[in-house]
């Protein structure tokens, strides 16, 4: 039987786990319309072709980051204080900004 979104995120032992799971497109949000939940997977596929770099993302305890060109690895940690709001940093490749 298929699991609901929030039975999966709660299944889930960390903040920082969440995270990696929406970048990797793991969760629906649950008004099940089909523009939503589609932004950090399509983040995560910017980083896939090497549009972005060192991706990191930090809210609440969760600290995510895809370092360099690799983004298949996804460093998370907890961190002891909460960030109220979300950060998002990246760096785009010279290369792309580069006139032909």
Known sequence: MKRDWRERILSLKTQSAVIEGALRGDFRTSTDLPHRGKGLPSVKAQADVGNIEN??????????????????????????????????????????????
């Open 55 to 100: 991706l990191t993302i930090i809210t609440n305890r969760a600290y995510c980051s895809l370092s360099g060109r690799d983004s298949s690895v996804i460093k998370k940690k907890e961190l002891m204080d909460s960030l109220k709001g979300t950060l998002y940093y990246w760096e785009s490749p010279v290369e792309l900004f580069k006139e032909e």
